[in-house]
């Protein structure tokens, strides 16, 4: 009894690592272009942090896709896969947009006309990319395990993530180590190389063929009617605020935290990108942490706690620009760190839990939109306050220190948002759909 009972684990555990790999294979290409190549692009090729900001932000201006890309693939199979073929697209326009990417920023410096062009191509291939594969594979991820096993599957798929930023981070440090143009050319194209390899694993038998028949094109509802859905509900709505909000703090200090560095403190492009490592695995080891407490403390408690430690984190690297004192602000590197892995897990379990079983690929996509979302606003507003501040104090140190005060602002403000969110009332509001939902869905 106890050998068959480990023979039906074994099948659910390995399509869980799986799906960690695809997770794992998309952010080894988001370290590359967002971390490392924002410090070249600000500091050793001098171009403005708003620049730079829309270029990073440009991928996510297409994140409306996901909402009519996760109704579209619930019911309209391709190959017989509802979410496959999504997936290996998507990774392979990442893998493009990556190994594009070093080109396009010395052709910024150089020959801007061009080099527009070829941003607009790296940063909006990467884009398409991510919209794609994330909204499929968190799509799919729902469905492979249940609602009894999202939790654990989303907590070893972050897992997996963070621990491939880690090595990530760490290996295109050591590439790094004696910085050129054709360096971080080669070290981008093995970073997607890798990525390839392992998102090819990752989908290798993974998603059982579709069951019910495709239906017609013309059936698909349109996107604006998705967004009237969501619209419509509440409690949606409210959760679709609060995480652009939170997300916009959080991942909004991946523009500039690394430019920061440099700027404050002089570090080599060795040293900043293996900022990156050091905040992996202190999120890591929370997120361990966090992944033990889940079910046993209450989930809103546990992101209380991760925002609150993320607005001391970001408090603390305000003191480190004003005393130029390194050790502060690999203190709040730390703290930060630990700060995201306590809320991930809990902030995705509640997210998960803001779905129905009618409508995962509507809701996950919804909720996908809003990470994107919040990262174009993170982004421009952290440039754009950047230079406006460096230009009127003559001090780009200070035009930082502005942006990471402000960050830590909108997590008071998500604090507050998230007292008002019930989980019980958006099921309630999306078993009951409203007359304006109705007509949304026909």
Same mark, same amino acid.
């Given at each position: 009894?106890? @050998?068959?009972?480990?023979?039906?684990?074994?099948?659910?555990?390995?399509?869980?690592?799986?799906?960690?790999?695809?997770?794992?294979?998309?952010?080894? *290409?988001?370290?590359?272009?967002? !971390?490392?190549?924002?410090?070249?692009?600000?500091?050793?090729?001098?171009?403005?942090? *708003?620049?730079?900001?829309?270029?990073?932000?440009?991928?996510?201006?297409? !994140?409306?896709?996901?909402? @009519?890309?996760? !109704?579209? !693939?619930? *019911?309209?199979?391709?190959?017989?896969?509802?979410?496959?073929?999504?997936?290996?697209?998507?990774?392979?326009?990442?893998?493009?947009?990556?190994?594009?990417?070093?080109?396009?920023?010395?052709?910024?410096?150089?020959?801007?006309?061009?080099?527009?062009?070829?941003?607009?191509?790296?940063?909006?291939a990467w884009g398409m990319g991510y919209n794609f594969s994330t909204v499929s594979y968190f799509s799919l991820a729902a469905e492979l395990s249940g609602e009894q096993g999202r939790s654990r599957a989303i907590a070893i798929m972050f897992f997996m993530m963070i621990l491939s930023i880690i090595f990530t981070a760490i290996g295109l440090g050591r590439l790094l180590e004696h910085y050129s143009p054709a360096v971080l050319i080669r070290a981008f194209w093995v970073v997607g190389g890798a990525a390839l390899a392992l998102g090819a694993l990752g989908l290798a038998g993974l998603e059982p063929r579709a069951t019910i028949p495709s239906q017609p094109l013309e059936a698909r509802p349109s996107w604006k009617a998705l967004a009237r859905t969501l619209v419509a509900n509440p409690q949606a709505r409210l959760f679709f605020l609060y995480l652009v909000l939170l997300l916009a703090a959080i991942l909004?200090?991946?523009?500039?935290?690394?430019?920061?560095?440099?700027?404050?403190?002089?570090?080599?492009?060795?040293?900043?990108?293996?900022?990156?490592?050091?905040?992996? *695995?202190?999120?890591?080891?929370?997120?361990?942490? @966090?992944?033990?407490?889940?079910?046993?403390?209450?989930?809103?408690?546990?992101?209380?706690?991760?925002?609150?430690?993320?607005v001391l984190a970001f408090g603390l690297i305000v003191v480190s620009g004003l005393s130029l004192n390194k050790s502060v602000f690999y203190l709040?590197?730390?703290?930060?760190?630990? @700060?995201?892995?306590?809320?991930?897990?809990?902030?995705?379990?509640?997210?998960?839990?803001?779905?129905?079983?009618?409508?995962?690929?509507?809701?996950?996509?919804?909720?996908?939109?809003?990470?994107?979302?919040?990262?174009?606003?993170?982004?421009?507003?952290?440039?754009?306050v950047r230079d406006l501040v460096a230009q009127a104090s003559r001090n780009p140190v200070r035009g930082y220190l502005v942006v990471f005060g402000l960050e830590a602002l909108l997590l008071v403000a998500s604090l507050g948002l998230l007292r008002q969110i019930n989980v019980a009332a958006f099921r309630r509001q999306t078993d009951q759909p409203s007359v304006v939902e109705r007509m949304a869905l026909r």
């Open positions: 009894m106890l @050998a068959r009972f480990s023979e039906s684990l074994m099948p659910l555990s390995l399509k869980r690592f799986q799906l960690g790999l695809l997770h794992v294979a998309v952010a080894m *290409t988001l370290v590359p272009i967002q !971390s490392t190549l924002n410090r070249v692009m600000i500091k050793e090729l001098a171009l403005s942090a *708003t620049l730079v900001a829309l270029f990073a932000s440009l991928p996510y201006l297409f !994140s409306p896709i996901q909402v @009519a890309l996760g !109704s579209f !693939s619930d *019911t309209h199979p391709l190959f017989g896969y509802r979410r496959t073929p999504y997936i290996a697209l998507g990774l392979l326009l990442c893998v493009l947009g990556v190994g594009l990417a070093p080109y396009a920023a010395f052709a910024l410096a150089a020959r801007p006309f061009v080099g527009d062009l070829l941003s607009l191509l790296a940063f909006g909004g200090q991946d523009l500039l935290l690394e430019p920061y560095a440099a700027q404050a403190f002089n570090l080599t492009v060795k040293a900043t990108t293996r900022i990156t490592s050091l905040w992996g *695995t202190c999120t890591l080891l929370c997120l361990l942490v @966090a992944g033990f407490l889940e079910g046993r403390v209450n989930k809103r408690l546990v992101v209380q706690i991760g925002s609150w430690g993320a709040a590197v730390v703290i930060l760190g630990l @700060a995201t892995g306590l809320s991930t897990v809990s902030n995705l379990s509640l997210m998960l839990d803001m779905t129905t079983a009618t409508g995962v690929g509507v809701f996950i996509g919804a909720w996908g939109m809003a990470d994107a979302f919040a990262r174009l606003v993170g982004n421009v507003l952290s440039g754009l």
